[in-house]
């Protein structure tokens, strides 16, 4: 989405994709936006509320402590504009807490709610900047916003982003624990330093996995989806990855890697004829104790999409 805002008041419907990021060795660097969305409509009302339907909707339609609501009102206030209270229609169907970008998600919409109701003229590259600095990092936030695979960076506030659309015949495979995972948590089991072999090691195979996304060269997805920098830390407290990873170039399956910072894992197939195979090899890896919730979806190559009024038509930022 790209322009600046419509202005204030009139209803605005969104749809923000989820995200898996990392890949494997794009740490804070690659992700890919897929088709599992959060929509909300929103209008001006004389009192918060919020209507939620879909994955954790008890926890998306708590008024209190709502990331959403939070960020919405934060970036008013320090905006100088008064706080709108908003009556929200909310359907929900990314994972919450499972590295699939729910954060980067709501954080994107908050600030395009901001934006539009406090009339504040951001354009949609201010928007994604702000929501990569809350972030910490622009991956998963340029995901969303723009759709497709992409590779972000930066120096300072100067935000750069590439994007290309991930082959259209591979599917995505979501590989979800029963219990989520903080970010902070799996942030913290990291080192504070890496050896050179290490990072040559990433270097090469994030390069492998930029390519394979751009040309459609599944078969070097196992290696490109490689990692040394994050996962080895992070198996222990995300035990599927280690019980899938091996899968990789088997049963149809081109490359296994988290899920962002996890506990999700991310399984890519060559196509919807090797989704069935997969999914009975990732079951048997995984053996009933875990109990993991598969989830099959397609990239999503549209990113974020606000729509006005009526809904007829796309625009707002």
Request: one cysteine or more.
């Amino acid at each position: 989405m790209s322009g600046a805002s419509t202005g204030v008041g009139g209803r605005l419907r969104l749809r923000l994709p989820a995200t898996s990021a990392n890949l494997g060795p794009g740490f804070d660097t690659a992700a890919v936006a897929l088709d599992l969305f959060l929509d909300i409509e929103a209008e001006a009302a004389d009192e918060f509320s919020i209507e939620a339907t879909g994955r954790d909707a008890d926890q998306c339609g708590r008024t209190d402590g709502n990331l959403v609501l939070e960020l919405y009102r934060k970036v008013l206030r320090e905006s100088g504009r008064e706080v709108v209270p908003l009556r929200i229609l909310m359907d929900n169907r990314i994972p919450l807490g499972m590295g699939c970008g729910s954060s980067a998600a709501g954080r994107l919409a908050a600030i395009s709610l901001a934006v539009h109701f406090g009339g504040l003229g951001w354009t949609g590259e201010r928007i994604l900047a702000e929501a990569s600095a809350l972030e910490g990092h622009p991956d998963n936030a340029a995901a969303c916003w723009l759709g497709g695979f992409v590779a972000a960076g930066g120096e300072g506030d100067a935000l750069s982003v590439a994007r290309v659309e991930p082959p259209a015949g591979w599917r995505a495979m979501v590989v979800l624990p029963t219990e989520p995972l903080a970010t902070s948590k799996a942030r913290a089991v990291l080192p504070e330093r890496y050896s050179r072999e290490d990072v040559v090691a990433n270097l090469q195979a994030v390069a492998l996995l930029t390519l394979a996304f751009a040309q459609g060269r599944g078969e070097l997805l196992r290696t490109a989806m490689a990692d040394c920098i994050h996962q080895p830390y992070r198996s222990a407290i995300c035990p599927l990855l280690p019980l899938v990873l091996p899968l990789a170039g088997k049963h149809g399956i081109l490359g296994v890697a988290l899920s962002g910072a996890g506990p999700g894992v991310l399984v890519i197939v060559e196509g919807e004829a090797a989704v069935q195979a997969a999914s009975e090899a990732i079951e048997a890896a995984v053996g009933r104790i875990h109990s993991p919730e598969i989830v099959v979806c397609r990239f999503a190559a549209q990113g974020a999409q606000a729509f006005t009024g009526s809904g007829t038509g796309s625009g707002g930022f």
